[in-house]
């Protein structure tokens, strides 16, 4: 991850690099249909709200972060693991407690709806059966020799959770990535894009993971040869949406470590960990207080954002059982509070330090997280408020004036997690996109 350092470096790379000089110039249609996800697809993505992020590979073993542990030599990474030692931890990795319908369960256990996996990360390893290289979960040298991936995706397909697949594009260990051999590295980046498309069944998610976005002509999407890799994406999986991270905006917005921007057109999702600073396994690791993650889920909802919460497995392929029990406690919650979170949109009214709003049709759900002393004062609504009551029980006495709304709620009544008003409109609720724009005066 890191993508602020990552880029910076990378930009360093290329200044250095013959290959900067040879970057291709040929035209890219930005109209081009492959740019972009069915309208209908992009929707069914932002209507799930809660993903599982995982994170796991051999450097589990070592108890440091995934690729950030492992120390370069003439080549850029940070850590202090020797790439000799590094780039053999495989050879010692064998998750045998490793249960892909287990994994699948926790996290519909916790009220998610799909989850994104790392097949690659910037160390290179493969945790699929990749043709290409032999540094992979199925090599001869690995204990283990089975395919990570095939087995997730086949129980994420028998238990109806969406998958999305991880990949990152930049590449520490080949030998030719961002050198003047680079063109040679994206043959090989772009076969195995065509291998994950192309034997796992269907695939929901593309998740990649370097750099930003400049534009459909950027050199960033030069760089990742974003034209022909979206090209066999969209071929061979038409209903799957794409993040911002290969050089172009795609369909959605990548915030890391930090809730999005109050934002009602750019569809976007949150990465965030649960525990630890590590986004691979890390022993002992603080989990979030489920507080913690229900405010997080709600910011999420009440932005017009999706969440996606990472977990970190153990070398031996458990989630860990404090993580997994938060999960579990979140999707009690969510249980109870699911109706204002799935399928609804944020708004109609910004956030505030109190919490925010989610709303579907002609319903409103007011998120108060944190009470302001004994009421809370919201901006006017449009239309008329037929009914009030708490999603919870309990009484709720609402008042609609001029100049907003104003709630309040017995101490007896609030919910330490999230008090949740439901405000029955007497039409559709219209959010700030909806409305028609001012003409220019």
Known sequence: MNRATLKTVLVILFAVSDWSNTVAEEKLD????????????????????????????????????????????????????PNEIY??????????????????????????????????????????DTKLTDYKITSRKSPYRKDIVKQLADACHRGGLKLGLYYSQVDWRHPDCNTKNHARYLDYYHGQIKELMSNYGKIDIMWFDCLGYGGYFSRDARQWDADR?????????????????CGVPAEFETPEQKLGKHD????????????????????????????????????????????????????????????AKR????????????????????????PGTWGGTTYRADTVYVHVLKWPAGRIELSPLEGKIESASLLTGGKVEVEQHEKGVRISVPRGDRVKLDTIVVLKLDRPVRAPRDKPKEKNK
Not at 40 to 67: Q, Y
Not at 106 to 114: H, L
């Open 264 to 323: 009602f057109r750019r569809p976007w999702e949150s990465c965030i960990k649960m525990a630890g600073t590590h986004w691979s396994y890390e022993k002992n690791a603080k989990v979030k207080s489920l507080k913690e993650c229900v405010d997080l889920l709600v910011g999420c909802a009440c932005g017009d954002g999706n969440l996606l919460l990472n977990n970190g497995p153990s070398p031996d392929g458990r989630i860990e059982p404090d993580q």
């Open 30 to 81: 930005p109209k081009a249909p492959h740019w972009k996800a069915r309208t209908e697809d992009v929707a069914r993505w932002r209507d799930m709200k809660f993903g599982m992020f995982v994170h796991w590979g051999p450097v589990t073993v070592s108890g440091t972060d995934l690729s950030w542990g492992r120390k370069s030599r003439g080549r850029f990474s940070p850590g202090e693991i």
């Open 87 to 128: 780039d053999n931890l495989y050879q010692k990795f064998n998750p045998v407690k490793f249960d892909a319908d287990e994994w699948v369960r926790i996290a519909k256990s916790a009220g998610m709806r799909y989850i994104v996996f790392t097949t690659k990360h910037h160390d290179g390893f493969c945790n699929f």
């Open 327 to 350: 999960l579990a406690e979140i999707g009690q919650w969510l249980k109870v509070s699911g109706a204002s979170i799935y399928g609804t949109r944020g708004g109609p009214l910004p």
């Open 229 to 245: 890799v979206f090209r066999t994406i969209r071929r061979l999986q038409p209903h799957i949406v794409i993040n911002n991270r």
